[in-house]
């Protein structure tokens, strides 16, 4: 099994950015992919950015330009860059992998955009 951590959340105006991280407790080398989630109050949970072991990326049209997702394996982490960050960005922001037939979650940090 995997264990994850998310950080990095907080309050930020518009306009502004926030990095977040995604720690793994074991070797994310042969973990092929990632996604990173968010859900916003009252909304379903909504798949925001993921990325392969190869670095194949993909984000949702709602991000693209502004969000960058990306991964450090020696450091065991996945990373979530957000810039432009806009009202309705806020949300709880969860990390997810797929391993070993299961999936696996962080217990989400929350992003608040607001001024």
């Known amino acids: 099994q995997v264990q994850l951590v998310e950080s990095g959340g907080g309050l930020v105006q518009p306009g502004g950015s926030l990095r977040l991280s995604c720690a793994a407790s074991r070797s994310i080398f042969s973990i092929y992919g990632m996604g990173w989630y968010r859900q916003a109050p009252g909304k379903q949970r909504e798949l925001v950015a993921t990325?392969?072991?190869?670095?194949?990326?993909n984000y949702a049209d709602s991000v693209k330009g502004r969000f960058t997702i990306s991964r450090d394996n020696a450091k065991n982490t996945w990373y979530l860059q957000m810039n432009s960050l806009k009202p309705e960005d806020t949300a709880v922001y969860y990390c997810?992998?797929?391993?070993?037939?299961?999936?696996?979650w962080g217990q989400g940090t929350q992003v608040t955009v607001s001024s």
């Open positions: 997810n992998v797929p391993f070993s037939g299961s999936y696996y």
């Open positions: 990325i392969t072991s190869g670095g194949s990326t």
